[in-house]
């Protein structure tokens, strides 16, 4: 049975990629930051390592905790190495955040492994949170997506399954944009999310400022700023958001609908 290693392996990600990957039949074991002892020697004899950018929006925090990986990969016969990005960059120039996703792209590109890099759109998980939840709760999906700009809007589950689908070669070298099987506008998406909970529900933008500040708040600064950067690139480039779902054909990979993820894994209450 092959075996994946997952750092961070309780995030709510890097927790999917691991239920796929058992399902497709791998051992899978990880590491969490109350481990006591080293956790990069918990990696040892596993054939692929997969990454998950975490939201740690300090400076050098992205790229550190790549590097950190990496290097351990180098001396514990790591195989292949996977990396969710976690978000749809612009250019790096445009902003310090997409800055980072690149440098930790090239730090693993430039690693020596075969290597996959997934760039997913946007979480259909997102509007489980706190902020998302209040709002759906009223009958209203708020969210800094621009409401006239298509998305391809993708589960946590439908991340799993690629991970799964590339985690044992066939996808080596390459960066793959991933979505859902839909690109919604913002009605649309109303209307997908209300069918799968049974409700009328409609879609109000937010403002990238409001939401800067309201993740700020949660999260602390730079979060906030750093994430809003990616719905302020939507605003200008409408279809920055956009995939095309037959990549996921090309790969067998199923993609869960916003109707079916919202009647799996949005209870309002």
């Known amino acids: 049975m092959p075996r994946a290693f997952i750092p961070a392996i309780t995030g709510h990600q890097s927790a999917a990629i691991a239920e796929a990957l058992r399902e497709a039949g791998w051992e899978v ?15 040892a004899g596993a054939q692929v390592l997969v990454l998950t950018i975490p939201q740690d929006h300090r400076l050098g925090a992205m ?8 290097e351990a990969a180098q001396s514990r016969s790591i195989e292949r190495i996977v990396l969710n990005v976690g978000g749809t960059p612009g250019a790096a120039e445009e902003h310090p955040f997409f800055a980072d996703l690149h440098a930790a792209r090239s730090r693993v590109a ?33 969210y800094p997506a621009a409401p006239d700009a298509p998305v391809s809007w993708l589960s946590h589950r439908t991340l ?12 080596d070298g390459r960066t793959l944009a991933i979505g859902g099987p839909q690109a919604l506008t913002g009605a649309e998406l109303a209307r997908e999310i209300g069918r799968g909970l049974g ?33 302020e690139r939507h605003a200008r480039e409408p279809d920055s958001m956009k995939v095309d779902a037959a990549l ?13 993820f919202a009647a799996r894994a949005l209870v309002p209450g």
């Open 248 to 260: 996921a054909r090309d790969y067998g990979v199923e993609l869960e609908e916003a109707a079916s």
């Open 199 to 231: 409700r009328d529900l409609r879609y109000v933008p937010v403002a990238p400022g409001d939401f800067a500040q309201a993740i700020n708040a949660a999260l602390g600064e730079p979060a906030g700023d750093r994430l809003a950067a990616i719905y």
């Open 110 to 142: 430039q690693s020596g492994f075969p290597f996959v890099v997934l760039q997913p759109t946007v979480y259909l998980d997102n509007l489980a949170a706190p902020w998302a939840r209040d709002a759906l709760v009223a009958g209203i999906i708020a």
């Open 160 to 171: 799993g399954a690629w991970v799964a689908a590339v985690a044992g070669g066939g996808a």
């Open 63 to 70: 790229t550190g905790f790549v590097d950190y990986w990496v």
């Open 29 to 43: 074991s990880g590491s969490s930051r109350t481990d006591q002892n080293d956790p990069r020697d918990a990696a």
